[in-house]
């Protein structure tokens, strides 16, 4: 499997496994769980090009990824976070770091701390494990992320349930502002982020 193909296949597994399941008529369970073995009959049904496609290349695919979005249990294999359909995600809730990021537009910091986090259009609030990871995930859509940082350990002593996901993403239904503080735009793992930004743009 070259690259190229794989991730072709890894587009297609994130619109079967957390968007669509009906566009390649494969059943999903309520955990989120479908059988490689039906997936990869049904791709290569649809696309000929994949007339090659076992159920074991989506292991590999699972296995290589570095954000750990996929997992994959015998024959079966799941998304682990960022679904739009509604599911009931048996994922564990231990080791759950002390405090986690989520990023945001720099003008809406305000009315985050004073309403707080929702899921908007996805099913699930997503956390990170770093102010690194948060800026990341903010920059593929914000020039310049604001970084909200979450106080798990009173979240969960008051009932919220948070969940372990990938290797570096947590799940929350919501987050109340109870438990949100503004990580400063002059803490030194911003500011660094933020300068390599810079100089990458500079480069181009």
């Known amino acids: 499997m070259s690259d190229r193909e794989a991730q072709s296949l890894g587009r297609i597994l994130a619109l079967v496994l957390r968007h669509a399941p009906e566009k390649f008529g494969v059943d999903m369970d309520i955990n989120g769980w479908v059988n490689t073995r039906e997936l990869s009959d049904s791709i290569s049904n649809q696309r000929r090009h994949y007339h090659w496609l076992r159920g074991w290349h989506f292991e590999a695919i699972a296995n290589s990824d570095e954000k750990g ?4 249990e015998g024959e079966m294999i799941r998304a682990t976070y960022g679904h739009s359909i509604e599911l009931e995600l048996d994922l564990p809730t231990d080791d759950i770091p002390e405090a986690l990021y ?7 910091v305000a009315t985050i701390l004073e309403f ?5 259009d996805r099913q699930h609030v997503h956390l990170s494990k770093t102010i690194n990871k948060a800026m990341e995930a903010g920059h593929v859509r914000i020039d310049r992320p604001a970084i909200i940082e979450v106080d798990t350990t ?16 947590f799940l929350a239904t919501d987050m109340p502002s109870d438990y949100l503080y503004q990580v400063e735009e ?3 793992v911003i ?6 930004w810079e100089a990458e743009e500079e480069e181009e």
Do not use: H, L
């Open 69 to 72: 979005r996929y997992q994959v």
């Open 102 to 108: 989520w990023p945001c537009e720099p003008n809406q």
């Open 116 to 120: 707080g986090i929702t899921a908007g």
């Open 154 to 169: 009173r979240a969960i002593a008051d009932g919220n349930t948070i969940f372990r996901a990938g290797k570096s993403v």
């Open 186 to 188: 002059d803490d030194p």
């Open 191 to 196: 500011v660094e982020i933020i300068a390599k």
